[in-house]
C-alpha cells in the first residue's frame, strides 16, 4: 500500500507542477496579484509530494520489498542496509526521482527564501522551474516509473552493482545532483530575466547564491567521485576523463565562470548578456550530462541506462530548454544595456581573462567527449578520446588563468597597477620559486616542466595568503588594528580566499602525482619484497574469507620504512553473490607524502605466485583536500549577509502589483 501511495503522490507531482507553470505564468502576464501568489504553496506542495514519493521508495528498498520491480532489479535481502538505503538512487528510476525531488527543493526554496524577490519576477522563476519538473517528471512517468509492481514476485532480489556498494557511493550521487540540478534556479532565474526584460545588478545578486550553492556541492560531488574511483576501481589514478567525468566536469568549468561573471555584474553592471548566456548555458551541460549518463550513447563505468527510448526523451527535453532558452536569449540580447566600461587590465578584466579560459577549457572538454559520438554517426568509424587529448589541450589553458587567479582581487575596479600589484605578490612569487626548487631537489625526476607546476599551484595559495595580509595589514598596522580589520573582512571575503587556495593545494596535488608516481606491476610469491616509494612491502599470502555478501581473498603485506615495521596492507579480491561480479579492493596507507597503493591480481596458474601492482602516489591527498576546502569556502561565503536568500529584509520587499 506504501508503494501505491508512493506511485499516487508522484502523479499528483505532476499536475501540481503543470499548475505551477501555468497559473503563476499567467498571472505575473496580467499583474494578478492572486495568481502570482499560487506559486509558493505549489512549490512547497511539489516538494512534499516529491518527498512522499521518494521515501515511499525508500521503505520498499528497506523492507526488501521485491513486488516492486526496481527493488528487485537492484536489491538484495543480505545486502547491507547502507546499500540497500544507497540502492535507491543508485539505479536509473530512483536516480531520476531524486533529481526532480533537488529539482523541488531547490523551487521551493526560492519560494520560502526568495522574499526579496519583485512578484513578478518570482512568479516566473517557479513557472520556469516547474517547467523543468514538468518534463522531467514526465520522463520518470511515462519511461521510468520506479513503482512498477511485479507478479508474481521473485523470491528474492539481482543485488545492486557491486561496485556501487562503496560508502562513498552512498553520498556521492545527492552530493552531485545537488550541484547538477542547482543550476536549473540560475537557468529559470535567466529565463524569467529575459521575458521579464530586467537585468540589472540586483538581478546578479539574487542569482548569484543558488549558483554558489551549486558550484560547491557540485565541487565535493566531483571529489568524492575521483576518491571513490581512486580506492574502489583499484587502477591507482584519480582522474581518468572519462565521458561521464567530464559531464560532470564541464558544468563545473562553466558554473565557475557564471559565478565570477555574475560578480563583474552586480559590482559593475558589466557583462549583463554574457553573464545570462552563460546561466543558459551551465545548466544546458548539466541537461547534456543526463542524455550522456542515461541514453547508452557513451560507455563508461558511471551510465546508468542503455535505453534508446530514454535518450530520445531525454534529447528532447535537451532541446527544448536549451533550444528555447537560446531562442529567446537570441531575441532578447539586443535590449539589454552593456553597462560599464573598464580597461583591460583591472579586476573586470582578470574577470574576463578567466571567463574566456574558462569557456574555452569547457568547449575543449565538450569537443573530446563527443567527437567520437558524431565521427561514429557521421563514418560509423568508432575512436576513443582519452587523457592524452585531454592533457594536452586543457593543461596548458590553466596555466594562464592560474598565472592571473593571484591578480585579479588585489588589482582595482576599472583601472588596475599590473606592476603595483606585482610588487605586491613578490613574497608569493619568491616563496613559489623556492618551493619549485625544493620539489626539483627532493624528487630529481619526472618530467621538467614538474617543479613549475609545483610552483604554480604555491603562487596562488601564497597569493591568497598575501590578498588576506594586506587587507588585514599584516605588519604595516598595530595588531589590535590587524585583528579588528581580520574581525571585519567579510565573510565572502573569506570563502573566496579559502576557493582559491584551495585551487592551489589541489594543484599542487595533480603536478605531484601525474609526474612523479612510481609504479611496480610483477608476480610475487609469499615471503617476497616489493620496493615502492621508500617502502618495502613484504607478500605475506592470501587466506579466504566470508563477507555480509560476498567472498573474498584477502592478500597481507607488511609494510617496512628504514626497517621499521609500518603497517599490514590487506588489498583483495570479491566475488559478489547477487550479482555474480567479481570487484578490486585496494589496499592504502596514506600519509601527506604520498600513498602506498597495492593491489592484488589473479593467481598465475598452479603457483603461489600473484599478479601484483604497487604504487607510489606522491601528494595525491592534496587533490581531494583542496576541494573540501573550496567546499568550506563556499559555505562560508553563504553565511555573508550580503549573500544570504532572503536579505535584504522583508521590510525591503516590493509592493504587490494590484490585478488588472
Known amino acids: ?102 529539482l523541488a527543493l531547490f523551487g521551493a ?34 519511461t521510468s516509473d520506479p513503482f512498477l509492481r511485479l507478479d508474481p514476485a521473485p523470491a528474492d532480489g539481482r543485488g545492486l552493482n557491486p561496485i556501487l ?57 566531483i571529489a568524492m567521485g575521483s576518491w571513490w574511483a581512486y580506492y574502489e576501481l583499484g587502477w591507482g589514478g584519480w582522474w581518468f576523463w572519462d565521458p561521464v567525468e567530464n559531464a560532470s566536469f564541464m558544468p563545473w568549468l562553466a558554473g565557475t565562470a557564471l559565478l565570477h561573471s555574475a560578480l563583474v555584474m552586480e559590482k559593475r553592471e558589466a557583462l549583463k548578456v554574457w553573464t545570462v548566456l552563460l546561466a543558459i548555458l551551465t545548466f544546458s551541460l548539466s541537461l547534456m550530462g543526463a542524455f550522456i549518463v ?33 531562442a529567446l536569449f537570441a531575441t532578447r540580447a539586443h535590449e539589454m544595456r552593456t553597462g560599464g566600461l573598464f580597461q ?37 568509424e568508432k575512436i576513443s578520446v582519452g587523457p592524452p587529448f585531454f592533457n594536452m589541450t586543457f593543461g596548458p589553458l590553466m596555466i594562464p588563468l592560474l598565472l592571473a587567479l593571484p591578480y585579479g582581487p588585489l588589482l582595482a575596479w576599472k583601472r588596475g597597477d599590473l606592476v603595483g600589484v606585482t610588487q605586491r605578490l613578490v613574497f608569493a612569487i619568491a616563496g613559489a620559486l623556492l618551493l619549485a626548487a625544493l620539489a626539483y631537489a627532493a624528487f630529481n625526476r619526472g618530467p621538467s616542466l614538474a617543479p613549475f607546476g609545483i610552483a604554480l599551484g604555491a603562487f596562488v595559495m601564497l597569493g591568497a595568503i598575501t590578498e588576506w595580509a594586506l587587507r588585514v595589514k599584516l605588519g604595516s598596522a598595530p595588531s589590535d588594528e590587524v585583528i579588528r580589520r581580520a574581525k571585519n573582512l567579510p565573510r565572502s571575503q573569506y570563502g573566496t580566499l579559502l576557493a582559491h ?50 567472498m573474498e581473498d584477502i592478500a597481507s603485506f607488511e609494510i617496512t620504512r628504514g626497517g621499521e615495521v609500518l603497517t599490514t596492507l590487506l588489498p583483495s579480491k570479491r566475488l559478489y553473490d547477487a550479482p555474480p561480479q567479481p570487484t578490486t579492493e585496494s589496499g592504502i596507507l596514506a600519509s601527506w607524502r604520498g600513498d602506498l597503493y597495492v593491489v ?61
Open 501 to 550: 587556495f584551495g585551487v592551489g593545494l589541489m594543484v599542487i596535488g595533480i603536478v605531484g602525482t601525474t609526474a612523479y608516481q612510481e609504479e611496480r606491476i610483477l608476480l610475487m610469491k609469499p615471503g617476497e619484497t616489493v620496493t615502492v616509494g621508500g617502502y618495502d612491502a613484504t607478500f605475506k599470502g592470501v587466506k579466504a574469507e566470508k563477507g555480509p555478501n560476498y
Open 165 to 221: 556498494q562503496d560508502p562513498a557511493l552512498a553520498f556521492h550521487p545527492p552530493f552531485l545532483y545537488i550541484g547538477y540540478v542547482g543550476f536549473s534556479i540560475a537557468f529559470s532565474f535567466a529565463i524569467a530575466a529575459l521575458i521579464e526584460g530586467r537585468i540589472d545588478a540586483a538581478w546578479a545578486r539574487w542569482v548569484r547564491p543558488w549558483t554558489l550553492a551549486a558550484w560547491m556541492f557540485l565541487t565535493i560531488g
Open 109 to 142: 526554496a526560492v519560494a520560502l527564501f526568495g522574499n526579496n524577490l519583485p512578484p513578478t519576477l518570482k512568479a516566473t522563476v517557479l513557472a520556469v522551474q516547474a517547467s523543468v519538473a514538468l518534463a522531467f517528471l514526465l520522463f520518470i512517468v511515462m
Open 600 to 660: 592484488i591480481g589473479d593467481p598465475q596458474g598452479d603457483t603461489t605466485a600473484y599478479a601484483v601492482r604497487a604504487y607510489f602516489n606522491p601528494l595525491v591527498r592534496f587533490i581531494w583536500l583542496g576541494a573540501l576546502i573550496m567546499f568550506i569556502g563556499g559555505g562560508i561565503s553563504l553565511t555573508d549577509r550580503r549573500l544570504r536568500v532572503g536579505a535584504p529584509v522583508k521590510s525591503r520587499r516590493a509592493a504587490p502589483v494590484p490585478a488588472e
Open 344 to 380: 583591460p587590465i583591472s579586476r573586470e578584466g582578470t574577470l574576463v581573462f578567466n571567463n574566456l579560459l574558462l569557456v574555452t577549457a569547457t568547449a575543449t572538454v565538450l569537443i573530446g567527449t563527443l567527437y567520437p559520438l558524431v565521427l561514429e554517426g557521421v563514418t560509423g
Open 1 to 102: 500500500m506504501i508503494v501505491e501511495f508512493g506511485h499516487f503522490a508522484l502523479i499528483l507531482a505532476v499536475m501540481v507542477a503543470a499548475f505551477q507553470m501555468i497559473v503563476p505564468f499567467a498571472g505575473a502576464r496580467r499583474r494578478d496579484v492572486r495568481m502570482m501568489n499560487t506559486a509558493e504553496p505549489a512549490a512547497i506542495s511539489q516538494l512534499i509530494l516529491l518527498a512522499i514519493a521518494f521515501v515511499a521508495l525508500m521503505h520498499a528498498y528497506v523492507t526488501s520489498d521485491f513486488s516492486v520491480a526496481n527493488v528487485a532489479a537492484n536489491s538484495h535481502s543480505t545486502k547491507p542496509m547502507i546499500y540497500k538505503i544507497s540502492g535507491v538512487w543508485g539505479n536509473h528510476e530512483g536516480s531520476m526521482l531524486l533529481w526532480v525531488l533537488i
Open 294 to 326: 542515461r541514453s547508452g550513447v557513451l560507455t563508461s563505468v558511471h551510465s546508468f541506462a542503455v535505453d534508446p527510448e530514454r535518450g530520445v526523451f531525454i534529447l528532447g527535453i535537451l532541446v527544448l530548454f536549451t533550444g528555447g532558452g537560446l
